[in-house]
């Protein structure tokens, strides 16, 4: 991959609210906040974002991203939908741009129904429990070490 990639942010369920939802697991910054901090360390990049609590459009803004936008990696945090969609799995499957699984909290420690992915074994690697870094490590997999 080059020194300057089109990275596509796709948000789930409920992360529209981050800032105020949980701020002892989620942390206090909101979305826009995190997304403007990342363009600033990265301005060679250009960052896609979409937010959606709809599992379809969740769906369609991967192939989107994939296959109409030109994105060459994709940062997915798919919220709870993580742990229940077959068919976000499929979609990752569909389309040959890496997608990477991000969350902020560390899933594994947290409750049984949060420990299985189904989207992980579509996912090229996964991120969790580092916050609003998640997503900047998620970055530097993309652009270092894709
Ligand atoms: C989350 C973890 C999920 O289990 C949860 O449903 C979320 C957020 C995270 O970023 O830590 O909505 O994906």
Known sequence: MGSSMKIGIIN??????LGSREPE??????FE???????TRYPAHTFVYYQSNIEGELIDAVQDMALRQGCEGILLNAGGYTHTSVA????????SVPVLEIHLSQVAAR???????LIGAACRGSIAGFG??????????LTSSL
């Open 33 to 39: 906040a995190i997304l403007s901090a990342l363009q």
């Open 25 to 30: 697991i989620y942390g206090r910054d909101g």
């Open 132 to 141: 609003k870094d998640s997503y900047r490590l998620g970055v530097e997999a």
């Open 88 to 95: 976000l799995h499929d979609a990752i499957k569909a389309v």
């Open 12 to 17: 789930g369920p409920n992360l529209n609210l």
């Open 111 to 117: 409750e049984e129904f949060r420990h299985t992915s």
